[in-house]
């Protein structure tokens, strides 16, 4: 009987449970507790708190954290009770919640070790159990959380795609650039992710009209999606983005003159590429020697990369009007460089020009995305991919949502195996 009051403690059950039973299975290195309570008991209906008696129970058994080095496992009848005013209920019990397989302080455990950066995979092999019912677990608490969440304050959002898989398989992330937090994440990256997304603001307390700024990249579908769900929203085309482009086009001219000048060029992309801050000495003293070299002056790849430096001057201006007019002087200098990839990327920009100025009256960028991409793709190279996109989207928001997790306190157990 003592050893059945501390496990009762252990527990931290209250009347009229009790511990009725301790088995240790040598063999099986397990743990059974058996809970059980008095004849006559009463429980509270879960549909109005009125104390009733029991019309019948079903035996269950439930995984919990262990005991030193067992595996322990719980073993009750769960009471239903008949209420004169709703009929037979099944009673709530006060250490698992319906329907799980597992003890709430196990849960706990689990989101405890998932918050920590481990993956599914990792948990399901720290605490005995497959994986897929540990999915169960991290998803049913993430979307719980993400119910009580309040969108109400939105006024800036960050919209990027994230690739789900190899291909051009994607997942759109919404963010709240004031509170960086992930607010919303779903499959595909068309015009209807962003309507799902007002669906789902609107669902929060948010409202469509409140969204003061957008930021994005020059996705088509963003833009249209954009204008047909949040018509008062301005956007802003994320300088990240246009980095990406203006890269994309030296890059292009760097192949170019590589064909000509194999020696010069070779293993030089980076150079070209990198903020000069960033350059290592190695890299910085090939590209000096390339400036240098008589050669240097007959390479289009040297007036493309003075082009990205200068570009990248546009976002140090604060008034709006001089740096509208200094890239202006940009996209001349650009146009008629006679550099084709170069043309092409200013172009490019001049068609989406009321998005790429609206930056110096808006400030914001998708830093915060970029970021946040980072870090899901390194996840899923620990997890090595995701069976589904909703276990990928569990993660999202595990990894950037900050959500609230209605769970019991509790430390990882140094004795789980």
Aim: glycine content about 6%; overall charge neutral.
């Amino acid at each position: 009987m003592k050893n059945q009051e501390l496990f009762r403690l252990a527990l931290g059950l209250s009347e009229p449970w009790q511990v009725v039973q301790a088995e240790f299975p040598e063999e099986e290195k397990t743990l059974h507790l058996t809970l059980d309570f008095p004849e006559g008991s009463l429980f509270p209906c879960p549909e109005c708190g009125n104390l009733c008696g029991v019309h019948d129970t079903k035996r269950r058994t439930w995984r919990h954290l262990n005991f030193f080095q067992y595996e322990t496992y719980l073993h009750a009848r769960q009471p239903r009770v008949k209420c004169p005013n709703h009929k037979v209920k099944t009673v709530n019990l006060p250490w698992a919640r319906p329907g799980a397989g597992f003890t709430l302080l196990f849960e706990a455990l689990v989101m405890a070790l998932a918050e920590n950066g481990m993956t599914a995979n990792a948990i399901s092999r720290v605490v005995g159990e497959y994986d897929t019912l540990i999915w169960r677990v991290l998803t049913h608490y993430v979307m719980d959380a993400r119910e009580r969440e309040d969108f109400s304050g939105v006024k800036a959002v960050g919209v990027d795609e994230t690739s789900k898989a190899k291909g051009h398989n994607y997942v759109s992330v919404f963010m709240d650039l004031d509170e960086r937090s992930v607010m919303f994440a779903t499959d595909g990256k068309d015009a209807q992710t962003v309507g799902a997304f007002k669906e789902d603001l609107e669902t929060h307390n948010g409202k469509a009209e409140q969204v003061e700024e957008f930021c994005l990249d020059m996705s088509q579908a963003f833009q249209s999606g954009i204008e047909a769900n949040f018509p008062a929203a301005e956007m802003t085309f994320d300088e990240y983005h246009l980095m990406r482009i203006i890269n994309q086009a030296v890059d292009e001219v760097r192949k170019q003159d590589q064909a000509i000048y194999p020696e010069l060029l070779k293993g030089t992309k980076y150079i070209w590429l990198k903020n000069e801050w960033n350059l290592t000495d190695k890299q910085e003293k090939k590209r000096n020697e390339i400036f240098q070299d008589v050669r240097g002056s007959k390479l289009k790849t040297v007036k493309a990369y003075h082009l990205r430096s200068v570009f990248q001057d546009v976002f140090s201006f604060d008034d709006p009007e001089e740096g509208e007019s200094f890239l202006k002087k940009w996209y001349y200098w650009a146009t008629h460089s006679r550099i084709e990839p170069m043309i092409k990327a200013a172009k490019t920009i001049k068609e989406h020009w009321a998005g790429v100025v609206r930056w110096f009256t808006s400030r914001i960028n998708n830093g915060l995305l970029e970021g946040m991409n980072s870090l899901i793709q390194a996840a899923k190279a620990r997890a090595r991919g995701y069976r589904n996109v909703n276990n990928l989207i569990t993660t999202i928001y595990l990894i950037g949502s900050k959500l609230e997790f209605n769970l019991p306190k509790v430390l990882p157990s140094p004795h789980t195996k």
